[in-house]
């Protein structure tokens, strides 16, 4: 596609629900990120895909947290148990090869956790 | 470990005057270094980068850095402040020689008075 693509836009889910974010990648971008941006904050970095292979997930708060990328393209960020912490604007974001001519970010999922 | 400071959290400027952002940097390999800016419930929008070459970076809408090794620093700047240009303002920084994710500073408010 032209963009990154994130869905949905916007989710409000319960405590203690699964909730589960997609994000589409700029065709052809082998490299794919999440963050997460809460109020007032920089982006956090949370994990990084080479391929389909996790390259780096050290930004992953606990283990409620899981990402998947079996294609190599569409990534899912899954959240289990969610916390009303939780709440906060997850970004997703792709590049090619190593960054080098920049990382394109898609417009965010708002997770709210009532 | 990779970390980005941005001191200023509000920058006030007059429309018309120049206008600079600071950030400041620590990587331990070579800095691949961003600027980023984001409207009120957008995503991020890359305005430049520096990788190596030039210290002085020019990006999109009139906006340029310079790269500074001694001084660790990658300050953003724009000669003539337009009220257009009020946002959310993000540096990041990754390690050259790490992995590629990128850490974002804090962000600096940029408020251009009429």
């Known amino acids: 596609g032209a963009g990154v693509s994130q869905t949905p836009s916007n989710k409000v889910t319960e405590k203690g629900k699964y909730v589960e974010l997609r994000c589409d990648p700029i065709s052809g971008h082998t490299a794919l990120y999440w963050y997460r941006q809460s109020l007032g904050q920089g982006p956090e970095f949370l994990i990084y895909?080479?391929?389909?292979?996790?390259?780096?997930d050290s930004g992953l708060p606990n283990d409620r947290f899981f990402a998947v990328r079996p294609e190599g393209s569409v990534s899912t960020l899954k959240i289990q148990r969610t916390e009303r912490g939780d709440s906060a604007v997850y970004l997703c974001a792709s590049s090619q090869g190593q960054g080098l001519h920049g990382y394109t970010f898609g417009s965010g999922t708002r997770l709210t956790v009532v | 470990a990779q970390s980005v400071a941005q001191p200023e959290d509000q920058v006030n400027v007059a429309e018309g005057n120049p206008l600079t952002v600071k950030c400041t940097y620590s990587?331990?390999?070579?800095?691949?270094l961003f600027w980023y800016v984001q409207y009120p419930n957008r995503g991020l929008q890359f305005l430049l980068k520096y990788i190596t070459g030039d210290n002085l970076v020019k990006g999109s809408y009139g906006f340029e850095a310079e790269f500074n090794k001694s001084q660790t620093s990658f300050h953003l700047k724009k000669p003539s402040a337009l009220v257009s240009d009020s946002a959310l303002y993000f540096c990041a920084v990754r390690d050259g020689a790490g992995a590629n994710n990128l850490f974002f500073g804090t962000g600096t408010r940029l408020t251009v008075i009429p």
């Open positions: 990587v331990s390999g070579n800095p691949y």
């Open positions: 895909f080479q391929g389909t292979g996790a390259a780096d």
